[in-house]
DNA sequence: ACCTGAACACCGTTCAAGT
DNA sequence: ACCTGAACACCGTTCAAGT
């Protein structure tokens, strides 16, 4: 899970909230790599203060995304019980893709964060990512999807997917189907339709 | 095919020959986002003269992809006249993959290039891509691969595995095995092993 | 024709000074 | 405790001055 809020003065607690809302816009509109200086402007706060409340881009970040990595993993428990699991798994990399599609340039700190075991957002990535592999083992002891897969692998290639969608509006308008030709690489020859 | 040299003064065709041996070095070590200050240092040549070659980063990183571009659409011709369709496309991909690999973050200024019909670099790309879009048709009338594919979708999802294949070591380490992956999603059923 | 580097407007990051 | 903004070292880009 990501971390919880730690006690602190109200006046810093509102500067924290207000970088956040407006560092979500602001990394939506221009993609993850825009100006800091303009977020801290924009939210009316010094640029020291930003700094303050996290010390590196990532670390901003990874405060926003803490939330979606703990939302699909919640969302990966409930679809287990839910749904067989072809289609728990083939659910939970559609919502997976839609997020990592939602900001640009999402998918390459999301790689960056897997590498990188120090990051404060290696936890709650590292639970969704096991959310995730679980979904992917139910489906391959159902006999659903071929056994010589795993997780990184899964999750590198639901990610590439969602990154060059990104990139191109022609192929963004395709995403579910370039999703529905790397599920059918993965379905075991016995599943096939 | 690539521009063709221009005639130019001596001195001048020296600097721009330095400028694209460096360029080619930083990019490969630091990726595609190197300082361009930088590579005019370490060219021994004013900042100015670099942009009079190179007006824009991407014109620089034009010029040494127009090769490459040239080349593997070549290689597409060679491989149609050699081998049956399937494995002619295989292996264009594959050399297609380890290419773009090559240059990190190349995968998104080639995604730009496609989207961007005012760049130098368009033609040289788009015969690139119609060769291997040729392939991929060679491969579909042979029935070995699906028909709901396009050229576009089997560039992006190349792209997309190139890409995040320099985004982490581990799953660098599988590149082959998550194109395999791929092209099993790309395979016609009745052709599947 | 071509080259050069100073100039400009930005950026990320740090930190002394304030409340 | 926390906030601020000036200061520093960079960057991309332009352009007057030189050869």
Same mark, same amino acid.
């Given at each position: 899970?990501?971390?919880?809020?730690? &006690?602190?003065?109200?006046?810093?607690?509102?500067?924290?909230?207000?970088?956040?809302?407006?560092?979500?816009?602001?990394?939506?509109?221009? $993609?993850?790599?825009?100006?800091?200086? +303009?977020?801290?402007?924009?939210?009316?706060? $010094? !640029?020291?203060? !930003? %700094?303050?409340?996290?010390?590196?881009? =990532?670390?901003?970040?990874?405060?926003?995304?803490?939330?979606?990595?703990?939302?699909? #993993? &919640?969302?990966?428990?409930?679809? #287990? *019980?839910?749904?067989?699991?072809?289609?728990?798994?083939?659910?939970?990399?559609?919502?997976?893709?839609?997020?990592? #599609?939602? %900001?640009?340039?999402?998918? *390459?700190?999301?790689?960056?964060?897997?590498?990188?075991?120090?990051?404060? !957002?290696?936890?709650?990535?590292?639970?969704?990512?096991?959310? $995730? *592999?679980?979904?992917?083992? +139910?489906?391959? =002891?159902?006999? =659903?999807?071929?056994?010589?897969? +795993?997780?990184?692998?899964?999750? &590198?290639?639901?990610?590439?997917?969602?990154?060059?969608? $990104?990139?191109?509006?022609?192929? &963004?308008?395709?995403?579910?189907?370039?999703? +529905?030709?790397?599920?059918?690489?993965?379905?075991?020859?016995?599943?096939?339709?």
């Amino acid at each position: 899970m990501a971390t919880p809020p730690r &006690a602190r003065r109200s006046d810093a607690q509102r500067n924290r909230d207000r970088l956040l809302e407006v560092a979500r816009t602001v990394f939506e509109e221009q $993609g993850a790599q825009a100006s800091l200086r +303009d977020i801290a402007r924009r939210a009316e706060v $010094g !640029l020291g203060t !930003l %700094y303050r409340h996290f010390p590196t881009r =990532d670390a901003l970040l990874d405060s926003l995304l803490g939330r979606h990595f703990d939302a699909l #993993a &919640a969302q990966a428990a409930d679809l #287990a *019980a839910a749904h067989p699991p072809r289609e728990a798994l083939t659910t939970w990399l559609r919502a997976f893709a839609a997020q990592a #599609a939602a %900001y640009q340039d999402l998918s *390459a700190a999301l790689m960056d964060t897997i590498n990188d075991e120090t990051s404060p !957002l290696h936890a709650s990535c590292s639970a969704m990512r096991g959310a $995730g *592999a679980r979904l992917l083992r +139910d489906a391959q =002891d159902a006999g =659903d999807v071929r056994p010589d897969v +795993d997780g990184l692998e899964l999750f &590198a290639l639901v990610n590439a997917v969602a990154w060059i969608t $990104g990139h191109s509006p022609a192929v &963004a308008a395709r995403r579910d189907h370039l999703l +529905d030709l790397v599920l059918d690489g993965l379905a075991a020859p016995s599943s096939r339709r």
